[in-house]
């Protein structure tokens, strides 16, 4: 079963978001209170625990949210996914955006971490159906 791992949000774009037990997505815009939240194609960012890990093998300690992930996940291979396909994740509706993007100069997740996965694993996916997502939710491709 794919589920959430962890809700990551900041308030600031470029550095790494901190673990939430919950958020609130909402409709056409993303996280309430994340940065990366708007009226825009990259409203959330999902990466999963199982890229992390291969990550992991150089830098043990990396957690959930160092790679500015909103949703950490589980037992779902993200970047496999088609672009618009839909994922009901909690009482959420998502639609899958965009696989990967180029980190930009000076990225803090790149310099902390020395290479970053989003580029080549991460997705992200606008908001179709907003509302509450917990760590634990399962997620599920419609």
């Not at 774009?13 to 194609?41: C, M, R, S, T, Y």
């Not at 909103?70 to 618009?84: A, F, K, Q, R």
Request: hydrophobic share 35%.
């Amino acid at each position: 079963m794919a589920r959430v791992v962890s809700i990551n949000k900041s308030d600031k774009k470029g550095v790494v978001k901190i673990p939430q037990e919950e958020g609130l997505f909402i409709e056409n815009f993303g996280l309430q209170g994340d940065a990366h939240a708007g009226k825009w194609h990259r409203q959330v960012s999902l990466l999963s625990n199982e890229s992390i890990d291969k990550m992991r093998k150089a830098v043990p300690n990396l957690n959930e949210g160092d790679f500015a992930e909103n949703i950490t996940t589980e037992g779902i291979v993200l970047y496999e996914l088609p672009v618009g396909t839909k994922l009901a994740i909690g009482e959420t509706i998502q639609e899958v955006s965009q696989i990967g993007k180029e980190c930009h100069k000076g990225c803090a997740i790149k310099q902390k971490v020395g290479e970053c996965i989003m580029p080549h694993e991460g997705i992200f996916t606008v908001v179709r159906k907003g509302g509450k997502i917990k760590v634990g939710d399962e997620i599920k491709i419609i």
